[in-house]
């Protein structure tokens, strides 16, 4: 998942990639790396590493030039270093070329231009696709692209330049996201809006298939044959400071405290008085019997969780999996199925592929994403937005409650439609929710206690999470958050399978976060930290304040208002958020961009 940028216009593209590449290196930092078009050469910088070491690198050199093409890996084939980093290039260097994606059929591509005497310089699938163009170059940068494409298998965004044709970038999308910003000082291309806040007003979603011929004097969009499209625009909804740090440590320090904005933002949105309004029609949420929902990583979790409120208060059995198993796996179809899949970005491979492959079998097909406009979003039936604002940092952790405030929601609407007798719980839950803001005040007041026990628990080298019932998926959650940006090996487990084998790994090394808040599997909860406990295990409990029982069996507690355990499901990850954020803070990990990882999954 690599993040690229392009410029052509008035002004000189070399400070526009260095900030285009700064928003977008969340995407993939394994390297990164420049080619600005100066009258008849390119000149290039490209650095192992992160952004940092280019932009160390490009104070030693100007680079003036009003077309430019800038790229972050994240790297798929090819070590991490100067010569696989972007831009590539052909044999001539006369071709400049950025991608985002992978060429499943590169290396058969390879041979045969090396046979027809091609010099390759790195090991990455990229390369291939500078060097297809050149092959099929007759003096039109875009005929040789239009020609080239279709011999391309896999998943690509990319953008390319000639310096024989210097007022020109030609870009192409398959798979890959790939945007168009049009300013009044030029165009930009780029992954995704992030690198356009401030930047261009007005942007054009690229769909798979689809050339964009940008040159000074305007853009054409047109389909792999070379035939003329007509796109609409959209204005760009984030602002500047949407994607700035704001003065707060990290991106994700600041999305932890966004989120008691996040609920209040989709209690707006979404509700009235004691109903529910997606402004979707009434109609394509009836007749189901059954629902589907995938997704990976952490938006998994969140469908995890919804599936225990969405068969207990709606009575529609679900079924959860996450994208990579779904699409591979024989699935049993049944006709009147509502296939819904979660995704922050919008552009996960696997769960765009599940959506496809849902829509195969003819089922309803509902996208739960962040991202407007996000592939996934165009591509569903239909498609509610989360609303949790642009999320920065990598680990999840904003758009995550976001998930789960709005796939409660969905419960609630599918039994307004689906239970004859409203449950008394129904018209608490409006209640109660409206307290949830609140509430994440009061725990985030907490943080300073939750940031010395971090200092403490930093060294352990494994975690225990445990939880049960509706919250068992926060324990996982828990897990994935501390794993992917400490580095510390931690795992969830359903509070009543610790029996079935985890507990030989008790002892007083191993801190156990017990997930345990009022309910109606707390006693149960409560007997598990007991059998942790008669082991001398470490137990932090998440629990309803005052319970003193549960303070009693446990190490150190972190307390949260008292609240119906189905909206416990929105105060538990906040505790785990910061825990995981101060653990990996003092360990001096980078907490945005963690190693190995990028923002949005766009391959397989
Ligand atoms: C969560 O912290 C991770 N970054 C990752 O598991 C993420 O949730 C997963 O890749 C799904 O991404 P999506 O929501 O954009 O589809």
């Known amino acids: 998942m690599c993040g690229i940028i392009g410029y052509l216009g008035k002004k000189d ?3 526009i990639l260095e900030k285009g590449l700064e928003r977008l290196d969340y995407r993939g930092y394994d390297s990164a790396g420049v080619s600005v078009l100066d009258g008849g050469s390119f000149n290039t910088v490209k650095k ?4 940092d070491n280019l932009k160390e690198a490009l104070k030693q050199t100007s680079m003036p030039g009003s077309l430019g093409l800038g790229h972050t890996r994240w790297a798929t084939h090819g070590e991490v270093n100067e010569v696989n980093a972007h831009p590539h290039w052909d044999c001539r260097q006369e071709i400049a070329l950025v991608h985002n994606g992978i060429i499943e059929n590169y290396r058969p591509l390879k041979e045969m231009l090396i046979k027809q005497g ?35 298998q896999g998943s690509y965004a990319l953008m390319v330049a000639s310096k024989k044709e210097p007022d020109k970038i030609i870009a192409a999308r398959m798979l890959s996201p790939l945007i168009l910003g049009i300013a009044k000082d030029g165009y930009y ?3 995704d809006a992030t690198a356009l806040v401030d930047e261009a007003a007005l942007v054009i979603y690229l769909e798979d298939g689809e050339v964009a011929v940008i040159r000074k004097q305007g853009f054409e969009i047109k389909d792999f044959k070379g035939l003329i499209k007509s796109k609409t625009t959209s204005a760009l909804s984030w602002s500047g400071p949407a994607v700035d740090k704001k003065g ?15 609920i209040k933002k989709n209690i707006e949105i979404y509700t009235e008085k004691d109903t529910v309004d997606f402004s979707i029609d009434q109609r394509f949420f009836q007749d189901i019997d059954r629902i589907t929902i995938v997704a990976c990583g952490t938006a998994y979790h969140a469908g995890l969780l919804a ?9 529609i059995p679900v079924t959860v999996d996450t994208s990579s198993e779904f699409r591979y796996r024989n699935f049993v179809p049944e006709a009147k199925t509502l296939f819904v899949c979660i995704s922050q970005s919008g552009e996960t491979a696997d769960t765009l592929a599940g959506l496809r492959l849902a ?3 003819g089922f309803k097909t509902l996208a739960m994403v962040n991202v407007e406009n996000s592939t996934i979003a165009r591509e569903a039936d239909k498609v509610i937005y989360t609303n949790a604002g642009p999320e920065i940092g990598v680990a ?4 995550y409650l976001s998930q789960i405030i709005v796939l409660q929601l969905l419960a609630l609407k599918l039994t307004h439609l689906y239970r004859k007798q409203l449950p008394g719980f129904y018209y608490r839950y409006f209640t109660e929710l409206k307290k949830i803001p609140l509430y994440l005040e009061k725990i985030l007041a907490e943080a300073p206690v939750i940031e010395s026990l971090a200092e403490e628990l930093q060294k352990a080298s494994n975690f225990l999470y445990l939880g049960r019932g509706i919250n068992y998926p926060n324990a996982l959650e828990g897990a994935l958050k501390l794993k992917e940006i400490s580095y510390i090996h931690a795992e969830g487990y359903a509070g009543g399978e610790m029996k079935h084998g985890p507990i030989a790994l008790i002892d007083k090394e191993l801190p156990v976060i017990a997930i345990s808040p009022a309910g109606r599997v707390r006693d149960k909860m409560l007997s598990n930290m007991l059998e942790v406990k008669a082991r001398q295990g470490k137990i932090v409990g998440i629990i309803t304040e005052g319970d003193s029982d549960l303070m009693q069996a446990c190490y150190k507690t972190i307390p949260v208002p008292f609240a119906e355990e189905h909206l416990s499901t929105m105060l538990v990850p906040l505790p785990l958020q910061l825990l995981a954020y101060y653990i990996a803070a003092k360990k001096g990990c980078d907490v945005d961009k963690p190693r190995n990882l990028a923002k949005s999954v766009t391959v397989e």
């Open 359 to 361: 829509k195969e079998f």
């Open 396 to 399: 999840s952790t904003k758009a």
């Open 13 to 15: 593209a070399l400070p």
């Open 189 to 191: 291309l780029a992954s």
């Open 118 to 152: 091609h010099v390759f310089v790195s090991e990455t699938d990229t390369e291939v696709i500078a060097h297809l163009i050149e092959s099929y170059y007759e003096g039109d940068l875009e005929q040789a692209v239009l020609k080239a494409l279709p011999q391309l």
């Open 248 to 262: 707060f440590a990290h991106f994700m320090l600041k999305e932890i405290y966004e989120q008691p904005e996040v």
């Open 307 to 315: 599936e225990y409120m969405i068969e207990e208060i709606a009575g």
């Open 48 to 51: 192992p590493g992160r952004m």
